[in-house]
């Protein structure tokens, strides 16, 4: 995902500096070379050597280090970084670099670079709130600098508030939202993610083990590619993808309404939800006492929410372009091209999930794509991270040859 990308993390002094060694971790493991730069106070707080073993590459702290200055170290970083990001950024970083002082490896460095810089900004709730500190960073987010806004929480000096350092996995999505081509700005894209329950009695449900890891992935895929997206997901444990709207449902009934309510405006749906095709025909209110030795509940059908969609009357407006998954045990190919046809897609994702490393509830998956056109292509073994780009790259190369696209 970040392959062939040099990014700078610089560390300042702050006890959020443990949750940079996170970070590095989440950046290399994306295959990004990092290189860190650490003000006096951050070694304060952390070794040098973390940082230098994790992302294999020699930790900078000082502006005139003999060996690296022998290229001038600073600014040779500086040109070929891809992106800078400060995390944890302290008051004073900022406002050192908002008023133009470079009197050390980090600040001097940040000023010489030509790279898109996001800062993480972690302190004490007032020093957040400090006119002083609002006013640099008013001043560096209209000359483009990139904020990561701190979250609410108990501080490390014992007070509560705003001021934490948001998430290294936060950070982590919108540096790679920041290098990833905007090809899907100006879409809006809904997707559709993990399981519907449905409900017996209060206590009972009928559902499947869909975790929206897919649909999760394909959110994210879509965010970081400038489109504007709603996620309609059923339950999951999953945290919410950086800029995303979230609904939530429980219900294949549910789902429908939201999908329905919201299509109207869409350029493209994906439904990567497995959603249960039915559900009990009588929702008991109480819980049902065991009785005999067997039990029979009557279902019925629930709603085709992809069918839906694909038979809809748009009026003036054009379709949305529409994906849909086929989770298939047997008969892949047939049964997807079946489901791509009755159901009216452009696109169907088949995937085989009798397969251990495929389908429900794990990090890959292995995919069949058929086109409208009769085409198809076999994406092999791959992470559902990357399947989602697979599906995205494969959706703009076709919604740009749509007319009115
Ligand atoms: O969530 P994960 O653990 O990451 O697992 C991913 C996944 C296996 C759930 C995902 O890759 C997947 O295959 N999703 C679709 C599952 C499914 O319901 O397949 P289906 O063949 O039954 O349905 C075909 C299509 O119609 C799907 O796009 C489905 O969202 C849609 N559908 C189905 C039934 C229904 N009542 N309404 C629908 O809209």
């Avoid at 897919?214 to 879509?222: E, F, K, N, S, T």
Wanted: net charge neutral.
């Amino acid at each position: 995902m970040l392959s062939n990308k040099k990014i700078i993390l610089g560390v300042s002094g702050g006890i959020a500096a443990y949750k940079a060694v996170e970070l590095t971790r989440l950046l290399t493991k994306a295959g990004a070379d990092v290189h860190v730069i650490m003000t006096h106070a951050a070694q304060e707080f952390i070794a040098p050597l973390t940082f230098q073993t994790l992302s294999a590459n020699p930790v900078h702290t000082a502006l005139f280090d003999l060996i690296a200055e022998q290229e001038i170290g600073h600014i040779s970083l500086a040109d070929r970084a891809d992106l800078f990001i400060i995390a944890p950024a302290t008051a004073n970083i900022i406002g050192k670099i908002a008023a133009g002082i470079a009197d050390d490896m980090l600040t001097t460095t940040v000023m010489a670079t030509k790279a898109p810089v996001l800062f993480a900004p972690a302190m004490n709730v007032n020093m957040y709130t400090n006119p002083i500190y609002q006013e640099n960073e008013e001043k560096l987010r209209r000359l483009g600098y990139l904020f990561e806004a701190p979250v609410s929480g108990s501080l490390a000096c014992g007070w509560e508030g705003e001021g934490k350092l948001a998430a290294p996995e936060t950070i982590f999505d919108c540096a790679v939202a920041t290098l990833t081509k905007k090809d899907l700005s100006g879409k809006k894209v809904l997707i559709t993610a993990g399981p519907t329950r449905e409900e017996i009695d209060p206590v009972r449900y009928i559902s499947n083990y869909s975790s929206g890891k897919m649909g999760y992935a394909l959110a994210r895929a879509a965010q970081r590619r400038g489109a504007q997206v709603l996620l309609i997901s059923g339950p999951t444990s999953l945290a919410k993808p950086y800029g995303v709207t979230v609904v939530t449902v429980t219900s294949a009934n549910e789902m429908q309404r939201e999908v329905m309510a919201r299509v109207d405006a869409c350029d493209v749906v994906i439904k990567a939800a497995a959603v249960a095709d039915y559900r009990p025909e009588l929702r008991n209110s109480t819980k049902i006492k065991k009785k005999g030795d067997s039990a029979i509940i009557s279902l019925v059908k629930n709603p085709d929410i992809l069918s839906e969609l694909g038979k809809m009357d748009y009026g003036s407006r054009p379709r949305p372009f529409l994906v849909g998954f086929a989770a298939e045990t047997d008969a892949l190919a047939e049964n997807a091209a079946k489901k791509l046809f009755e159901k009216r897609l452009d696109i169907i994702v088949a995937n085989d999930v009798s397969k251990a490393d495929a389908g429900f509830n794990v990090d890959t998956n292995r995919a069949l794509l058929f086109f409208k056109d009769g085409s198809s292509t076999d994406c092999g073994l791959m992470s559902k991270d990357q399947l989602a780009v697979t599906i995205l790259d494969h959706v703009i190369s076709r919604l740009t040859e749509q007319p009115g696209a």
